[in-house]
C-alpha cells in the first residue's frame, strides 16, 4: 500500500479495496472449501448438491420416479442430483433467470420466476399436472443492504411456498431456502398452515458464518385451516449451527 507523503497525515480506508478484501477472502475460502473439493470430485456443478442430499436423506423426500420442480435451479447441482436419485421414469422441471447446460431428463426453462410471464410457462410445461416436491435454492442478487435483501428473500420465499400451495399433491413437500432474519419467523409460521411438520435445516455443506438454512415442509394439506394452526403450533426441528453472516 502507498504511504502518504505527509507523516502526519494517513489517507481514509478505500471502500473499494475492503470490498476486494473480501472477495479475496471469500475466493480462498472457496478455493480451501471441502465441499468444493467433492463436487468437483464426482462431477456436480456446485457445492449445494450436498445441501439437498442431506435434506433428501434426512427426511425422506425423494421415491423413485416423483415428480419435482426445482426453482433457481442453476448452475444446475440440484437437477443433476434430482436425476441421479429419482431415475428415468421421474419427471423434473426446473427453472432460472440465468441460463443452465443441459442434463439429461431436466426440462429447463430459462425465465424470471418474479414475473407471470415466468409462472405462465412453467404452467404450460406441467400441463396442469400436480408435483410430488418442489425445490426452491432462489436467492436474491445481494446489494450489501442487509435489510432490504433479507426482505427480497423472504419475498422469493413466500413466492415459492405460493407456487408449491398451487401445485403440490396433497402429502407433497416443500424445501425452501431461507435466511435467519426480519420475517423469518413469520414466513415460517405462514408455511406451518400449509404442512403437517416444517423443519428448519442447516446442511453441513452450508457455510457456518451465513445465516442460510432451508425450511422443509411435509405432507401438504391442501385444505389446511389457518385459524386452527397459525398462531399457537410450535415450529419442529431446529436450525442448530446456524450464525449470523
Given at each position: 500500500?502507498?504511504?502518504d507523503?505527509?507523516?502526519?497525515?494517513?489517507?481514509?480506508?478505500?471502500?473499494?479495496?475492503?470490498?476486494?478484501?473480501?472477495?479475496k477472502?471469500?475466493?480462498q475460502?472457496?478455493?480451501?472449501?471441502?465441499?468444493?473439493?467433492?463436487?468437483?470430485?464426482l462431477?456436480?456443478?456446485s457445492?449445494?448438491?450436498?445441501?439437498l442430499?442431506e435434506?433428501?436423506?434426512?427426511?425422506k423426500?425423494?421415491?423413485?420416479?416423483?415428480?419435482?420442480?426445482?426453482?433457481?435451479?442453476?448452475?444446475?447441482?440440484?437437477?443433476q442430483?434430482?436425476?441421479?436419485?429419482?431415475?428415468?421414469?421421474?419427471?423434473?422441471?426446473?427453472?432460472?433467470?440465468?441460463?443452465?447446460?443441459?442434463?439429461?431428463?431436466?426440462?429447463?426453462?430459462?425465465?424470471?420466476?418474479?414475473?407471470?410471464?415466468?409462472?405462465?410457462?412453467?404452467?404450460?410445461?406441467?400441463?396442469?399436472?400436480?408435483?410430488?416436491?418442489?425445490?426452491?435454492?432462489?436467492?436474491?442478487?445481494?446489494?450489501?443492504?442487509?435489510?432490504?435483501?433479507?426482505a427480497?428473500?423472504?419475498?422469493?420465499?413466500?413466492?415459492?411456498?405460493?407456487?408449491?400451495?398451487q401445485?403440490?399433491?396433497?402429502g407433497?413437500?416443500?424445501?425452501?431456502?431461507?435466511f435467519?432474519?426480519?420475517?423469518?419467523?413469520?414466513?415460517?409460521?405462514t408455511?406451518?398452515?400449509?404442512?403437517?411438520?416444517?423443519y428448519?435445516?442447516?446442511?453441513?455443506?452450508?457455510?457456518?458464518?451465513?445465516?442460510?438454512?432451508?425450511?422443509?415442509?411435509?405432507?401438504?394439506?391442501?385444505l389446511?385451516?389457518?385459524?386452527?394452526?397459525?398462531?399457537?403450533?410450535?415450529?419442529?426441528?431446529?436450525?442448530?449451527?446456524?450464525?449470523?453472516?
Amino acid at each position: 500500500m502507498l504511504q502518504d507523503t505527509m507523516a502526519d497525515k494517513k489517507k481514509p480506508l478505500s471502500p473499494t479495496g475492503k470490498k476486494n478484501r473480501h472477495v479475496k477472502a471469500w475466493m480462498q475460502q472457496h478455493v480451501n472449501d471441502h465441499w468444493v473439493h467433492e463436487a468437483q470430485r464426482l462431477g456436480y456443478r456446485s457445492r449445494a448438491a450436498f445441501k439437498l442430499a442431506e435434506l433428501a436423506e434426512k427426511d425422506k423426500l425423494f421415491r423413485p420416479g416423483i415428480s419435482v420442480v426445482d426453482l433457481g435451479s442453476a448452475p444446475g447441482s440440484w437437477s443433476q442430483l434430482l436425476h441421479e436419485r429419482l431415475g428415468r421414469a421421474a419427471r423434473i422441471v426446473a427453472l432460472d433467470l440465468a441460463p443452465m447446460d443441459p442434463i439429461p431428463g431436466v426440462r429447463f426453462l430459462q425465465a424470471d420466476f418474479r414475473e407471470p410471464e415466468g409462472l405462465e410457462a412453467l404452467a404450460d410445461v406441467l400441463e396442469g399436472r400436480k408435483v410430488d416436491l418442489v425445490v426452491s435454492d432462489l436467492a436474491p442478487n445481494l446489494s450489501g443492504v442487509e435489510s432490504a435483501d433479507q426482505a427480497r428473500s423472504v419475498h422469493l420465499g413466500e413466492l415459492a411456498l405460493e407456487f408449491a400451495v398451487q401445485w403440490l399433491q396433497p402429502g407433497g413437500n416443500l424445501v425452501v431456502k431461507a435466511f435467519q432474519g426480519e420475517g423469518f419467523d413469520e414466513f415460517q409460521r405462514t408455511m406451518q398452515i400449509h404442512f403437517g411438520k416444517v423443519y428448519v435445516r442447516k446442511p453441513k455443506a452450508s457455510r457456518d458464518r451465513s445465516r442460510e438454512v432451508y425450511l422443509v415442509g411435509k405432507g401438504f394439506t391442501a385444505l389446511s385451516p389457518p385459524d386452527d394452526r397459525k398462531s399457537d403450533k410450535t415450529p419442529s426441528g431446529s436450525a442448530s449451527g446456524a450464525r449470523g453472516r
